[in-house]
């Protein structure tokens, strides 16, 4: 049902790594706004809106946060709703993370396409096993209990109309918003042109942290600039503190990972792996399915395995190529669009940025060296 004509057209396509730097620069501005004002609408727990018994107002009760994967998992048959039925909802962020791993080991034991081969059924379910302690860890009990805040759901470039100027015009498809723990609460992925499988792999991850860089950066300057009537210290504005404290950690990948289940497993072995466990990678996974205690997973797998077999067949039969895993990007821009991303991060420094990043960094550090020695003197004395 239309409600609404909108004129413009749609930011599907466009290369954000690639638009000049005002451009972006604009693009970032808006888009922060909308990241702010979000922010400012929080609750109590985890969940969603939905319209009361009259069908006229809209309450935030008992409704559970209905995500894309969620419904998606639901419609192929998973019986996603077991995991987080339609009146579930969570009054903190382990509760809810744990709910996600639950999908992710739903989505290896029941989804038909989730694996491509023996490797790589091994790897994912060891995967899943192992990041429970990491995403465990990863809760800051400061911000465990809420408030939860509001997120789109969906906030996509087919999502987001604009006019020839890269205005934001309209911003449409709100029915998968719902709050999330405020550590999931992070700029959008997509601002890297590319999908988090590609994103964080090596060397694309860091051109990833480079981009919700400079978007951290333009959503500090909005909330001073448009939500700061009192004039106080930009650093100590909310979404400027709290990303402040989680966007700047290697950790942050958790939550897109959290955010993107369906994404988990490459995430993982893309950054986190080695990042808590080392390089042994291939010995872990051995000795993981060789212990006593793996046998029912060791079967489990099996089964998995036999599914994908006859998965395989189906697809033959109906004369579709089997599904085949994203084939890594390339560095090379000349070859296409992937290597964009990394490719425009090396491209001529910005002297002007850089002095400016240099003289804010300066006197900061000034400061913490005179703190410190004062500290030497007072403690000799």
Not at 257 to 284: H, I, Q, T
Not at 314 to 324: Q, T
Request: glycine share 4%.
């Amino acid at each position: 049902m239309a409600l609404e004509y909108i004129t413009g057209k749609t930011l599907h396509g466009t290369d954000v790594p690639c638009l000049p730097d005002e451009l972006k620069s604009h693009l970032f501005d808006q888009l922060a706004d909308v990241y702010i004002q979000l922010y400012r609408q929080q609750f109590d727990h985890v969940g969603a809106l939905t319209l009361d018994s009259n069908d006229e107002n809209w309450v935030f009760e008992h409704n559970r946060p209905l995500t894309i994967e969620l419904n998606d998992q639901e419609l192929s048959g998973m019986k996603s709703s077991e995991i987080i039925p339609a009146h579930q909802t969570y009054n903190s962020t382990i509760d809810y993370a744990y709910a996600v791993l639950k999908l992710i080991f739903n989505d290896f034991y029941r989804g038909k396409d989730s694996v491509f081969d023996k490797e790589d059924a091994r790897n994912y379910l060891y995967g899943i096993f192992a990041s429970q302690g990491i995403v465990m860890e990863w809760v800051d009990p400061k911000d465990n209990h809420g408030p939860f805040i509001l997120m789109h759901g969906d906030l996509r470039p087919p999502n987001i109309f604009v006019d020839a100027d890269l205005n934001i015009i309209s911003v449409i498809d709100w029915e998968w918003s719902h709050t999330v723990p405020p550590q999931m609460f992070v700029p959008p992925s997509w601002i890297t042109s590319q999908e988090l499988p590609a994103a964080t792999k090596k060397p694309y991850d860091f051109a990833f942290t480079v981009y919700i860089s400079q978007f951290q950066r333009a959503a500090r300057e909005r909330e001073d600039k448009h939500y700061n009537p009192d004039n106080k210290l930009k650093f100590i504005l909310p979404l400027v503190k709290l990303w402040s404290k989680h966007l700047m950690s290697d950790t942050v990948f958790i939550a897109y990972a959290l955010l993107k289940p369906c994404y988990f497993g490459n995430v993982y072995w893309n950054l986190l792996d080695v990042m808590y466990y080392g390089e042994d990678s291939d010995k872990r996974v051995e000795g993981f399915f060789k212990l006593c205690l793996r046998k029912q997973q060791e079967e489990e797998l099996q089964r998995v395995l036999s599914d994908l077999e006859a998965f395989q067949k189906e697809l033959a039969l109906a004369g579709l190529d089997p599904i085949e895993p994203l084939k890594p990007p390339t560095l090379d821009p000349a070859k296409g669009k992937e290597g964009a991303a990394i490719h425009q991060v090396w491209r001529k420094p910005n002297l002007e940025r850089i002095v400016g990043l240099f003289c804010r960094w300066l006197p900061c550090s000034l400061v913490g060296v005179s703190v410190f020695v004062c500290c030497i003197i007072a403690k000799r004395r």
